[in-house]
Every structure is written in structure tokens, then in C-alpha cells.
């Protein structure tokens, strides 16, 4: 008899949410509304637990700065003679760092 897959962890569909509009090239402006609906979401929850929220949040802004990271790190790499490539890892970098920004934000506030 074939499991139900598990749903995955709030934390973790966040960030597939959240890479799914990268993917797309969503502006940076829209990725942190996203972050912002996702923490107004958690906080909204019937379950919801404040300090969990909180955990959620921060788990959250960590699993994004590895991204800004590595999103830095890649802008590195491009090659310049590839403006395309450039723009493309400039935007995702962008991207990364407002929801970074965003996911502050919101664990301040929470």
C-alpha cells in the first residue's frame, strides 16, 4: 500500500514557494510581499503559535541568506562578456536579497 507523501515543512514549502517565483524572475518587490503573505499566513493560522511563528521567521531568513549568498557568489562567476548571464544573476540576487529583507522585517515585527 503506497504512503501519502508527507506534506513538507512550513519552513520548507516557504522557500520552494519563494524559489518558484525566482525561477520565474518575479521583481524584488513582489518576492517580499510574497515573504510578507507567507508570514501573515503562519501568524494567522487557527494553530498558530506566536513563538513559533517566530522560529518559523528566522528559519526562514537563514535558509534565504544562504541564498543571498550563494547568489552573491555566483554573480561573481559570471562571465562579464555574457550580459544576459549578468543581468539574470543581478535580478536573482535582487530577488533574494528583498525577501532577506523582507523576512527581517517580519520576524521583527512578529
Not at 16 to 40: D, T
Not at 61 to 84: H, K, L, N
Amino acid at each position: 500500500m503506497a504512503r501519502k507523501p508527507a506534506r513538507p515543512r512550513p519552513v520548507d514549502a516557504a522557500i520552494i514557494r519563494l524559489m518558484a517565483l525566482v525561477a520565474k524572475g518575479v521583481a524584488p518587490h513582489r518576492m517580499a510581499r510574497e515573504v510578507e503573505i507567507i508570514a501573515a499566513e503562519w501568524a494567522a493560522a487557527p494553530e498558530a503559535d506566536p513563538s513559533e511563528v517566530r522560529d518559523r521567521l528566522d528559519q526562514l531568513r537563514e535558509m534565504i541568506a544562504t541564498g543571498v549568498a550563494d547568489a552573491e557568489e555566483q554573480v561573481s562567476d559570471v562571465d562579464s562578456s555574457e550580459p544576459a548571464a549578468v543581468k539574470q544573476a543581478a535580478a536573482t540576487l535582487a530577488a533574494l536579497r528583498a525577501t532577506q529583507d523582507a523576512a527581517t522585517r517580519a520576524l521583527e515585527a512578529a
